[in-house]
């Protein structure tokens, strides 16, 4: 079983930047991908990003290529998503998943959504 807590939600301007953190329980953290995943209002929950159980391979949605960086710390049980450029459009909660079997294939470019989840941390960009 794993727990798994987010934080660094908030609200912030168009162009600013936030740091939103997963801690996670279980002594098995290191093992699994983690992945972020977001849900605006009157929307389905969509994919922002992934990571590898050693962080040395990363997947993004085309929508945050390039303004987002996943990372983890397996050290800590947490795992991070910088936003960086952000926009209205980033408006949503922001969850963090994982699972004991691979959530993504960068390469196969296929992504699932995992059977543990976060509360979810409220990410408000105002234009």
């Known amino acids: 079983q794993v727990q798994l807590v987010e934080s660094g939600g908030g609200l912030v301007q168009a162009g600013g930047s936030l740091r939103l953190s997963c801690a996670a329980s279980?002594?098995?953290?290191?093992?699994?991908?983690m992945g972020w995943f977001r849900q605006a209002p009157g929307k389905e929950r969509e994919f922002v990003a992934a990571?590898?159980?050693?962080?040395?391979?990363?997947y993004y949605a085309d929508s945050v290529k390039g303004r987002f960086t996943i990372s983890r710390d397996n050290a800590k049980n947490t795992v991070y998503l910088q936003m960086n450029s952000l926009k209205p459009e980033d408006t949503a909660v922001y969850y963090c998943?994982?699972?004991?079997?691979?959530?993504?294939?960068?390469?196969?470019?296929?992504?699932?959504?995992?059977?543990?989840w976060g509360q979810g941390t409220q990410v408000t960009v105002s234009s």
């Open positions: 998943n994982t699972d004991e079997n691979p959530l993504f294939s960068s390469r196969a470019r296929l992504v699932r959504q995992g059977d543990y």
């Open positions: 279980g002594r098995t953290f290191s093992r699994y991908d």
């Open positions: 990571i590898n159980w050693s962080g040395d391979s990363t």
